[in-house]
């Protein structure tokens, strides 16, 4: 990028502005290379601002929530990666009327649901011990014990490139399996979430549950980004990686978790093309044994070394 143009980022961004960046840091998986820019956005005006910028000088820019389902590769990240913070990770009591939660997306999920859980709002315990923000959830059409987030969404506003908000319902939204399909570049800004009524203790023991169920199945103990592959038709892509033999393989540092064959965990300093080296190794063998092309789950972004 121009050093005029990081200038001028950083004249609107201010602190908020880092050049060079570990994305290591910044995603669960501990591993790849480093943003050229990173900008932590605290308010929707500020972030408009830099958008607009953005755009207009044709800067390539990524959003990312807290970086749990990403794989940022050795290269690193040309342009700006935004996260959110400040009012935009707001949940509002206020706005809980029949209209549904207003929560910003910001927001950490555990966040979320232990606020609900308080407050007796009943709908999105299958979230509890999903590491992400509502953001990063609905883009990705997060989901656990056979819910995804788009049963309880009544609708989305996103910040468009060009600076307005555009709010969308439910039936204007179009959800897959793990994935919001809207238009590139548009950040997803708030939404309102369906939920009921229900005694806080009683949400509480389901939250619990998914949690003791999640941490029995899942290898919550090293770095990882969570499943993945998705799951093909009718199967399960961690059951076809296990029957391949591959549980506990490792390249470098990534090793498929002996907990879940979908789940490639990190030890200590590890390559993103390790772990894709290593999704590479379980797709063939899953294709050469089973004739099923698995397909990444998680966002694999930037360029290799
Ligand atoms: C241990 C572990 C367990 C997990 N378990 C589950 C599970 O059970 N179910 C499940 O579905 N997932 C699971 N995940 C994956 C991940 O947590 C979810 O996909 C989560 O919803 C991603 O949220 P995030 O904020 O981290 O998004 P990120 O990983 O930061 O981003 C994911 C994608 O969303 C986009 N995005 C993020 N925020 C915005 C925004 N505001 N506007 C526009 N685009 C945005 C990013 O550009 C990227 O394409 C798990 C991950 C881990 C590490």
Redesign the pocket.
């Known amino acids: 990028m121009d050093y005029s143009i990081k200038n001028a980022i950083q004249k609107l961004g201010g602190d908020s502005v880092i050049f060079d960046f570990p994305m290591s840091k910044y995603t669960?998986i501990r591993a790849g290379g480093n943003a050229e820019v990173l900008f932590r956005a605290s308010n929707v005006e500020g972030l408009r601002e830099v958008l607009l910028f953005l755009v207009q000088e044709q800067v390539p820019y990524?959003?990312?929530?807290?970086?749990?389902?990403?794989l940022v590769l050795d290269g690193g990240l040309d342009g700006v990666v935004i996260t959110?913070g400040g009012s935009l990770a707001f949940v509002d009591d206020d706005k809980i009327v029949d209209s549904g939660l207003f929560a910003s997306?910001?927001i950490a999920?555990p966040k979320l649901v232990a606020y609900c859980a308080k407050n007796g709002l009943a709908g999105i315990e299958f979230l509890a011990?999903?590491?992400?923000?509502l953001?990063?959830?609905i883009?990705?059409n997060?989901?656990?014990m056979g819910k995804e987030i788009k049963d309880v969404v009544l609708e989305v506003s996103f910040l468009n490139r060009k600076g307005e908000i555009e709010r969308k319902d439910i039936s204007e939204l179009k959800f897959q399996y793990?994935e919001l399909a809207f238009n590139t570049g548009?950040?997803?800004l708030s939404a309102r979430l369906k939920l009921k009524a229900d005694q806080p203790s009683l949400i509480k023991d389901r939250i619990f549950k998914n949690i003791k169920d999640?941490n029995a199945k899942?290898p919550?103990n090293m770095p990882?980004?969570?499943?993945i592959f998705k799951n093909p038709d009718g199967d399960y892509a961690g059951r076809l990686i296990e029957l391949s033999g591959l549980k506990g393989k490792g390249i470098g540092g990534a090793v498929i978790s002996n907990e879940h064959g979908n789940f490639i965990v990190t030890k200590g300093k590890t390559s993103a093309s390790d772990v894709v080296e290593l999704m590479n190794l379980a797709k063939n063998r899953v294709k050469e044994l089973f004739n099923i092309t698995l397909t990444p789950e998680i966002?694999i972004v930037g360029k290799p070394c």
């Open positions: 669960t990524l959003t990312v929530g807290k970086g749990s389902n990403i959110l997306s910001a999920l011990g999903i590491p992400g923000t953001g990063g959830a883009a990705m997060a989901g656990s793990r548009d950040i997803i999640r899942f919550f990882s980004a969570g499943s966002k």
